[in-house]
């Protein structure tokens, strides 16, 4: 089992710029890869970006070059820097856990992420 907590939503004004956290416990080694997912109503939860533990990292196009994820993984750790952010990046981010070579298995709770004036 991996629990994923997850911090650092919040209100933003366009153009502005949020870090969310995620911090994995648990079954380690199911925490190959980690990244984020975002979910709107009435849409299916879309990749936002992910990182290995080997140091690969994948971003959806929409936010290839706004934003950043970093890993730690002493800690088990991913940080998703968000720059320049746009109304359309609203919605609530989710957390994932996978092991090599499998699908996201993990979720965290979600936290919300709002962009607006």
């Known amino acids: 089992q991996v629990q994923l907590a997850e911090s650092g939503g919040g209100l933003v004004q366009p153009g502005g710029s949020l870090t969310l956290s995620c911090a994995a416990s648990g079954s380690i080694f199911r925490t190959y890869a980690m990244g984020w997912y975002r979910q709107t109503p009435g849409k299916q939860r879309e990749f936002v970006a992910s990182?290995?533990?080997?140091?690969?990292?994948d971003y959806a196009d929409s936010v290839k070059g706004r934003f950043t994820l970093s890993r730690d993984n002493s800690r088990n750790t991913v940080h998703l820097q968000m720059n320049s952010l746009k109304p359309e990046d609203t919605g609530v981010y989710y957390c994932a856990a996978g092991g090599y070579g499998g699908p996201f298995v993990s979720w965290g709770q979600g936290t919300q992420v709002t962009v607006s004036v």
């Open positions: 990182a290995t533990r080997g140091g690969s990292t």
